[in-house]
């Protein structure tokens, strides 16, 4: 038995990172953030709204959260739509009521068939960021560059016509990028990207087309996992955010940090859970270093001090 | 090992009750051993045929760059942390890593934590190595480790767990002394190889933050609860035998900002409760060996 020789050559083995997109940085070592609240932990609120069409596309993958029952799956279809008729409405008095201002990545497909929630954001002053254009709109290595290129292109249209403003943010459906979405992402003119989750403040990336900043939403502090995933309760999930937001308050001697929480209305929306957000985000609002700032504001306030 | 046979054959049975008596300095009862891993993941590794790299096509973008929040930002929470109360590294490293991020291996080194290979990357795999191959990955963490800390390695945690038949006799002809593959055990036991003597150091699966997290989807406060039982059960068994336990770490998880405050609690009770021989995993297994009966 053997390996291929080749398996033993380690050609990106050398000083730093083993790709060209990013440095290897030290949080530590940067120079600290102020930001602009004077505050020490900025809290990124970022809800996904999200439309499933209820029939599923399996290229390049099927979304996490989508259809899940032989066709026609009315469970999963109808339970997502409760999320966006109900469960995101709780969420938008919750914001209104602990003064936040929140970040929201939302499928084009909302803005298209639901104007009225676009203005319904709008108004209550949170941020929009693209989400792709509908749930079967997954990105992975494998998908034709121009498909990509127009998925990211009618995305930012579409919200742009809808809401007024062309979203500075991106977030991909799962995260998932190929090879070639920081550079198309740069090339829209799409400033910042949600998608990695290496840090604990935001970061540039360089690509051919120039660079982009990454802001790391933790994938770890979301409801889908911590809830969905990981089966825990709702209250769980609401002291593992106090936990973190203590331990950023102590670190923000050393400079500015970033605390996000990634909301989904199917799952935080939910009659039975959404008294924790609820009881979290009062409580947020009353610590004295919690500065509720959009994704948008936090890449701002990182301005000038950067990786 | 007996390659193809039922049982491997890689140690004898040797039954918990009436074991010779293992004695740990200063009449502790429990040795505990923290072992961080310091790992390195390559975003676009060559493949290997009998496992992938990455669960979906590369890049995966969540898969690595978690990981990479370890050199970022969870090792230096992680490392304050357990020098804070007292605990020394025992890690188990990816030897690339003293390529890629010198400053991380370099701050362990610093503070007195001991290194043993964990293989080149945590992206390549042994599965499928011929002998020539894998003596070439011992070579070169033996020398990659002593070039980049002075340190010689003592111990052995296969690359992403993966080993061929002839893992355990290999490490032992380069004069490594323990294995932290084989989880049969709470104490120190010897392993049956062709030359050498390699005993099998306790390590956990169960207790990994990983299987943790991950495989038991405990919150913080579940996992430190669950390492604060296990501390005091085998504080208090290792009163008659003294017993080992080994708690492995990523600090791509144990570090999040909702998880280091509840481990750190776990930290201050093991450091207060005075049973504990906190300590390394080579200087257990140096331990072990210099007491009668530790012998093939």
């Not at chain 2, 007292?86 to 890593?97: E, H, I, N």
Request: proline share 6%.
């Amino acid at each position: 038995m053997s390996l291929d020789p080749t398996y033993l050559e380690y050609k990106r083995r050398r000083r730093g990172m083993d790709q060209d997109l990013y440095p290897w940085s030290n949080i530590n070592d940067r120079p600290p953030i102020a930001w602009p609240s004077g505050k020490g932990v900025a809290v990124a609120l970022f809800v996904n709204l999200e439309w499933f069409p209820i029939t599923p596309a399996d290229k390049p993958f099927r979304a996490p959260g989508h259809m899940q029952t032989a066709y026609p799956d009315f469970r999963h279809y109808t339970a997502r739509e409760y999320g966006t008729r109900i469960g995101f409405y709780r969420m938008l008095d919750a914001f209104a009521t602990a003064g936040a201002r929140a970040t929201i990545a939302v499928n084009a497909a909302i803005a298209e068939r639901y104007p009225s929630i676009i203005a319904d954001i709008v108004a209550g002053g949170h941020e929009i960021v693209a989400h792709s254009t509908d749930m079967n709109g997954t990105i992975a290595t494998g998908i034709d560059e121009d498909v990509e290129r127009r998925l990211i292109q009618d995305s930012l249209d579409t919200l742009e016509r809808v809401s007024g403003t062309r979203p500075r943010g991106w977030q991909s459906i799962a995260r998932s990028q190929s090879w070639n979405t920081p550079r198309l992402l740069t090339e829209a003119g799409v400033t910042y990207m949600c998608d990695w989750v290496n840090d604990d403040l935001p970061y540039e990336m360089a690509t051919p087309a120039g660079s982009i900043i990454n802001v790391p939403v933790n994938h770890e502090l979301s409801d889908r996992q911590i809830i969905t995933v990981q089966q825990q309760s709702a209250d769980s999930f609401a002291e593992q955010i106090r936990d973190a937001y203590a331990l950023f308050a102590d670190e923000s001697v050393r400079g500015g940090r970033m605390l996000t929480i990634q909301l989904t209305p199917y799952v935080m929306g939910l009659p039975f859970r959404i008294s924790a957000l609820e009881t979290l985000l009062e409580w947020l609002a009353r610590q004295p270093q919690a500065w509720f700032a959009s994704t948008g504001d936090i890449v701002d306030g990182i301005a000038g001090v950067r990786n | 090992m007996n390659e193809g046979a039922e049982d491997p054959g890689l140690y004898d049975f040797n039954p918990w009750r009436a074991r010779p008596k293992i004695e740990w300095p200063d009449g502790k009862s429990v040795a505990v051993w923290v072992s961080p891993n310091l790992e390195f993941y390559e975003l676009d590794p060559a493949a290997n045929p009998h496992r992938k790299s990455w669960p979906k096509p590369h890049p995966d973008v969540v898969g690595y760059s978690h990981r990479d929040y370890a050199n970022r930002v969870g090792h230096w929470r992680m490392a304050e942390t357990m020098e804070k109360h007292g605990f020394k590294g025992s890690v188990s490293l990816s030897v690339a890593l003293c390529d890629h991020i010198p400053e991380v291996v370099e701050n362990a080194n610093a503070l007195g934590w001991e290194f043993f290979s964990h293989g080149i990357y945590n992206t390549r795999y042994s599965y499928g190595m011929d002998e020539a191959q894998e003596r070439a990955i011992i070579e070169d963490s033996i020398k990659t480790v002593r070039e980049a800390t002075g340190q010689t390695i003592r111990g052995w945690l296969a690359p992403a767990l993966t080993h061929t038949p002839r893992t355990l006799d290999l490490i032992a002809e380069y004069g490594l002394t323990y294995t932290c593959d084989l989880y049969h055990d709470d104490q120190p036991q010897p392993v049956h190889v062709k030359s050498g003597q390699l005993i099998s150091m306790p390590y956990s699966i169960e207790v990994n933050d990983h299987y943790g997290f991950f495989v038991y989807n405990m919150s913080p406060r579940d996992y430190a609860d669950t390492l604060i039982r296990q501390y005091e059960r085998l504080a208090a068994e290792g009163e008659a035998c003294g017993t080992v336990m080994c708690i492995p770490l990523h600090s791509y998880l144990i570090a999040q900002p909702h998880r280091i405050r509840a481990f750190e609690e776990v930290l201050k009770h093991i450091a207060a409760d005075g049973r504990a021989w906190i300590t390394r995993s080579g200087d257990i297994a140096e331990h072990y060996l210099a007491q009668a009966g530790a012998g093939k």
